[in-house]
């Protein structure tokens, strides 16, 4: 049933290492990596969403213009829960070195490199962590007793979960390590 919800059957995960061309490109397109760095808060990483998308439209332009959205896990699961598309959280979309770090606002520089009308793609509104979306959807009322007024929050990827958890303190400092396998 869903397969023919999505534009691609598969999607790269953390550890693929093919887009070492797509992030020189990116680099290049805002001068070199420091910039890049000043933008987004990391230079570009094969892994990040922004070089991924860049290789998708680049490569496979048929399957890009099908795509009505791209979400991470975090607002993929957030649109199940809610029914309906769910922004990105700013700390997760902070890792996709598309995001302008400081303005709190997609980089229409870095956007407009990897990938055409990229902005609608992914979610013209950005949120901050833990921001209420809406209720449950209707499926899951139904389907599984959930009350009909539970409250849907964004969703986060692993390392900003980790560090709410964590950090309760504002005296608290906790170093991420990444992930191991």
């Not at 860049?54 to 890009?64: E, G, L, Q």
Request: net charge neutral; proline share 3%; charged share 20%.
């Amino acid at each position: 049933i869903l397969q023919s919800s999505f534009s691609r059957i598969d999607c790269p995960i953390w550890m693929d290492s093919s887009t070492t061309d797509e992030c020189q490109m990116i680099e290049k397109a805002v001068g070199d990596a420091q910039n890049l760095f000043q933008i987004t808060g990391s230079k570009a990483y094969e892994r990040f969403t922004g070089s991924q998308i860049m290789k998708v439209a680049t490569k496979t332009s048929d399957v890009y213009q099908q795509t009505e959205r791209i979400q991470l896990i975090s607002n993929f699961l957030a649109s199940i829960l809610l029914g309906e598309y769910a922004p990105i959280d700013l700390s997760d979309g902070s890792g996709m070195n598309l995001l302008d770090i400081r303005q709190h606002k997609w980089s229409k520089e870095c956007l407009n490199t990897c990938g055409k009308d990229l902005e609608k793609k992914l979610s013209e509104k950005l949120v901050y962590p833990r921001t209420a979306l809406g209720t449950i959807a209707k499926y899951f009322v139904e389907r599984y007793g959930f009350n009909s007024q539970c409250q849907i929050v964004s969703c986060t990827g692993d390392n900003p979960s980790s560090y709410y958890a964590l950090a309760s303190d504002p005296k608290t400092v906790v170093i991420s390590l990444g992930k191991f396998i």
